[in-house]
């Protein structure tokens, strides 16, 4: 059974930066991509970010360049940085594993989730 376990999230003011941390278990992480997706209230869930198994990331354009993804194989766990937040980034954060080494866009295409963690950017 893959587990997923994100953590970092919390309140932060415009301007300001967070990571987050994905932390998985249960499967062969290295061989596989992980990615990033959020979600505000009332809306769909939104791709963030992607980084293939080789870790090669993939942006949304909304973060480009604010956003960075990174993983670590050793540690099984993959990260987000956010600098630069804005309000528009409020949402609760999730990351995902997909039994591939490419990433991609569709959340539909990842197979396991983790629970999600609240972020909250004050203007």
């Known amino acids: 059974q893959v587990q997923l376990v994100e953590s970092g999230g919390g309140l932060v003011q415009a301007g300001g930066s967070l990571r987050l941390s994905c932390a998985a278990s249960?499967?062969?992480?290295?061989?596989?991509?992980m990615g990033w997706f959020r979600q505000a209230p009332g809306k769909e869930r939104e791709f963030v970010g992607t980084?293939?198994?080789?870790?090669?990331?993939d942006y949304a354009d909304s973060v480009k360049g604010r956003f960075t993804i990174s993983r670590v194989n050793a540690k099984n766990t993959v990260y987000l940085q956010m600098n630069s937040l804005k309000p528009e980034d409020t949402a609760v954060y999730y990351c995902?594993?997909?039994?591939?080494?490419?990433?991609?866009?569709?959340?539909?295409?990842?197979?396991?989730w983790g629970q999600g963690t609240q972020v909250t950017v004050s203007s």
């Open positions: 995902a594993v997909r039994s591939y080494t490419s990433g991609s866009v569709r959340a539909t295409a990842y197979d396991y």
């Open positions: 249960g499967r062969t992480f290295s061989s596989y991509a």
């Open positions: 980084v293939t198994s080789g870790g090669r990331p």
